[in-house]
């Protein structure tokens, strides 16, 4: 079974497909000024002047094209700025240059300081299983503007003291975390912290910049310029060597290029504190030597960045500031890396000429020269309280001397986690659903193909059935048909691709980029436009191609059914696609399906089913839609059919086909209600569900 860390980090579906990081945006209150009059969201920290976000008098346009006087560090950013804004294939890792004069250019950050005592994080391990202590009361301290590695074994425990540490876990954990040695709000907390996880969970369909923009769009809100954002944005690509990849779609990014841009992404509000879980793997020698130093600079600003690793190599270990050594939830060493050796002599395990110290930690660690050795770590360490291997001992501020130091931070009012309104977080969502729709070959061109492409061989098989009295009954067929096919195609294109979609949105909406109601809104505003415009494709073609009652009204009618019918179909997929992973729920969708299509009256009608499960006929909106069709096209008194294929025409009279299928067809407009108030059932189920799920993972 995953745990919930994992089922957060796979999407809540255990596959894993997709993924990218966690970023938390801003305490703004200890920055909250205004530049010139300008007035900044709240719960985000201002840009500051161009200029000086610039450090230069340079001005950029919108297009990114610098003008003016400039420092030479500026007169390199309009250079490369003038140069590129087209697409670009992925050059190798090797070509890639940090613009680290770009660094000057964020704000920096008043360093936090973050300690944790008898930490330990208890998970249940499920109904009658009991719970597993997975850290053991652990203590640490990471000091501001350091980049902290947290290393261990696999299974040591390196990610759950991650997810504790930044506000991610929160059930079953115990224990304080002090900031600046005051007790850790979580709400502010977050504001000022990112996480970005191991998997870069980010938007295929869209470029780099558009990604940056919208990321810019949701975490600075509407009171930041265009051209503020811009420079930001331009400063960050610079900064992390992806300006000349801004044209490039997300999906076609190298693995180190799609971390550097979760690193950007998050990196928009600027964030003080970061969390990385394993930025380094599945990325080559040098481009973990990149992704490190580039942390390194951001530490110079006062960031503190805790990362885990995996065995880094010598030279990788020595970029990092601070070491956390983990065995089995147990603090085995805690401070500076140069201290490491002389501490492993010092606990009489003296690390072998020629080894890495990174490895022969993480052996010992393993328990491979021994668990007793293990148990000396741990005491040497006092399970983390202990100091002494610092890089600087005496600099160490104990908690009442970072109290002092810092004042009592402010506190916002908002309630809100999230930096932007309601209504920017619908208008920025439904842009970018606006740009992923047109690039998206399954739920849009697909789907618009398979619509038309299934509407020709309906018609193609049941042409001329609407306008024949011998073929009533391969109308009625063809009716069914139809339903079924609106209701299984959005339901299970939806419940096939929402688990994907499901990953993006736990992660940003965990990243406080958007609240839940704003993502559900969006999400239905932009189905709106392809569910009408596919349906409305479907029925003209079959309509015509059958040679359906040739009125208006029928014909709307017909399509308003049809119309109804994919709403529900992708409410139910919905549902199921919200609460199952892709392997349960394309098993269950097609499997819940067939009890709708048995009560439908479609085979069995009506009236000869058994009167202990006429309950069943309220509740199966296919029967909704058979009725509704049956009404639109038999109904409102339908005429004499035309008998010209057959001597004899059974069912000429619409009526006598009306009775022996137990149909009045006077019911389009109950039809309707009940179809909507499925589609608003299932759509309130799917967000209760969606909200459940956010919860539990955490
Ligand atoms: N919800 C849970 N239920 C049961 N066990 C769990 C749960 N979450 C974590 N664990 C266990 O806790 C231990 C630590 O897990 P964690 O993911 O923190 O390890 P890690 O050090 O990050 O390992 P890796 O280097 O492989 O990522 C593992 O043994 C894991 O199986
Ligand atoms: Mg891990």
Redesign the pocket.
């Known amino acids: ?6 089922q957060f980090f796979n999407g809540g579906n255990g596959d894993g497909s997709v993924a990218a990081g966690l970023g938390l945006g801003i305490e703004i209150t200890e920055y909250g000024v205004s530049n010139g009059g300008r007035v900044y969201n709240t719960t985000t920290v201002p840009m500051t002047s161009a200029s000086s976000w610039r450090t230069t008098t340079t001005t950029t346009n919108s297009t990114g094209n610098a003008t003016a006087s400039t420092t030479p560090s500026s007169a390199q950013v309009s250079s490369s700025a003038v140069v590129t804004k087209t697409p670009l294939e992925p050059v190798a890792e090797e070509d890639v240059h940090f613009d680290t004069d770009a660094l000057s250019n964020l704000p920096a950050r008043d360093p936090v300081d973050i300690e944790f005592k008898e930490l330990s ?1 208890t ?4 109904f009658n299983r009991g719970s ?1 202590e ?1 850290l053991h009361n652990v203590n640490g301290k990471f000091p501001g503007s350091q980049l902290i590695a ?1 290393m ?12 504790a540490l930044s506000g991610f876990k929160t059930t079953g954990v115990d224990g304080s975390i002090l900031l600046n040695g005051r007790r850790r709000d979580l709400p502010s907390f977050r504001r000022m912290s990112c996480y970005i996880t ?1 998997d870069d969970r980010l938007q295929p369909l869209l470029t780099v910049n558009e990604n940056m923009h919208i990321a810019a769009d949701l975490k600075l809100g509407e009171n930041v310029s265009y051209e503020e954002k811009e420079t930001r944005i331009e400063d960050i690509l610079l900064l992390l060597g992806l300006y000349d990849h801004d044209q490039t779609l997300t999906m076609r990014l190298s693995g180190g290029q799609k971390k550097r841009l979760s690193i950007a992404m998050e990196l928009i509000n600027n964030p003080t504190v970061m969390f990385l ?2 930025p380094t793997t599945g990325l080559d020698s040098s481009s973990c030597t990149k992704v490190l130093e580039l942390l390194k600079k951001l530490t110079s600003q006062g960031r503190t960045i805790i990362c ?1 690793i ?1 065995q880094p190599t010598a030279k990788l270990f020595q970029i990092f500031d601070q070491v956390y050594v ?1 065995s ?2 147990n603090c085995v060493y805690q401070g500076g890396t140069e201290k490491l050796v002389p501490f492993l002599q010092a606990v009489d395990l003296p690390c072998p000429m020629y080894h890495n110290p990174a490895d022969y930690i993480i052996e010992l660690a393993c328990g491979e020269y021994g668990y007793d050795k293990i148990d000396t770590l741990k005491s040497a360490t006092e399970n983390g309280s202990c100091l002494t291997w610092f890089n600087n001992p005496s600099a160490v501020m104990r908690a009442e001397t970072l109290m002092r130091k810092n004042p009592i931070p402010r506190r916002t009012k908002t309630r809100s986690l999230e930096n932007t309104s309601y209504t920017n977080q619908c208008s920025v969502l439904l842009r970018r659903g606006y740009i992923k729709a047109k690039r998206d070959t399954t739920m849009t061109h697909l789907r618009i193909g398979v619509n038309i492409a299934v509407a020709i061989l309906f018609g193609a098989i049941y042409d001329h059935t609407g306008a024949e009295g011998s073929r009533v009954l391969d109308n009625y067929n063809l009716l069914f048909a139809i339903l079924m096919h609106h209701s299984m195609t959005t339901m299970m294109l939806t419940v096939l691709t929402f688990p994907i979609e499901m990953s993006i949105l736990l992660k940003e909406h965990f990243n406080r980029w958007y609240s839940l109601k704003a993502y559900y809104t969006s999400m239905t505003l932009v189905d709106l436009p392809i569910s009408i415009i596919s349906c409305f494709l479907f029925t003209a073609i079959i309509y015509l191609w059958s040679y359906q009652p040739m009125e208006w009204v029928r014909f709307w009618m017909f399509f308003a059914i049809s119309l109804l019918t994919v709403f529900v179909g992708h409410s139910f997929g919905l549902m199921i696609g919200a609460w199952f992973d892709v392997t349960n729920g394309t098993f269950l969708a097609p499997v819940l399906t067939i009890p709708q299509m048995m009560f439908a009256g479609f085979g069995v009608t009506l009236r000869d089913l058994p009167s202990y499960l006429k309950w069943g006929s309220h509740v199966s909106y296919l029967r909704y839609g058979l009725e509704g069709f049956i009404a639109a096209i038999y109904g409102l008194d339908r005429g004499v059919l035309p008998c010209d294929e057959a001597p004899y025409c059974h069912y000429r009279y619409p009526k006598k086909f009306l009775e022996e299928i137990t149909m009045s067809g006077d019911q389009f407009w109950n039809d309707v209600l009940a179809l909507s108030a499925m589609t608003v059932i299932f759509r309130l189920i799917s967000f209760i569900v969606l909200k459940a799920k956010i919860k539990s993972v955490r």
């Open positions: 079974m995953l745990n919930a860390r994992e994080l998970v249940n391990l499920g597993k997975i947290i261990g074994p696999s299974g040591a425990g390196k990610s759950t003291l991650l997810d191991q879980d394993e885990t995996h983990l089995a939830g």
